[in-house]
Nanobody
């Protein structure tokens, strides 16, 4: 059974940092690209960052470029999203995602950026 479990969200002030983690199970993690998405209330879910199987082929949405860093540890079946210089508009539920024989999502972790 494929599982993606996110953690690390919380309430922070503008300019602060958070690191999200997503632990994967039920498939051969090192064989698949991983993605982070986010969805704010009333908005569509949007792609934040993607990382290839071996940690290369990294891409970011323009709105996080230079502030967020995606990485992975294949030994730990974990993908990370380091978020620096957070802004109020980054407030969203953040989801881990991968596409195997189907598309899989975690339950999401709430990130709130507010003073």
């Amino acid at each position: 059974q494929v599982r993606l479990v996110e953690s690390g969200g919380g309430l922070v002030q503008p300019g602060q940092s958070l690191r999200l983690s997503c632990v994967a199970s039920g498939f051969t993690f090192r064989d698949y690209a991983m993605n982070w998405y986010r969805q704010a209330p009333g908005n569509e879910r949007e792609l934040v960052a993607t990382i290839g199987r071996s940690g290369g082929h990294i891409n970011y949405a323009d709105f996080v470029l230079g502030r967020f860093t995606i990485s992975r540890d294949n030994a730990k079946n974990t993908v990370y999203l380091q978020m620096n210089r957070l802004k109020p508009e980054d407030t969203s539920v953040y989801y881990c995602n991968t596409r195997l024989w189907g598309e899989y999502w975690g339950q999401g972790t709430q990130v709130t950026v507010s003073s």
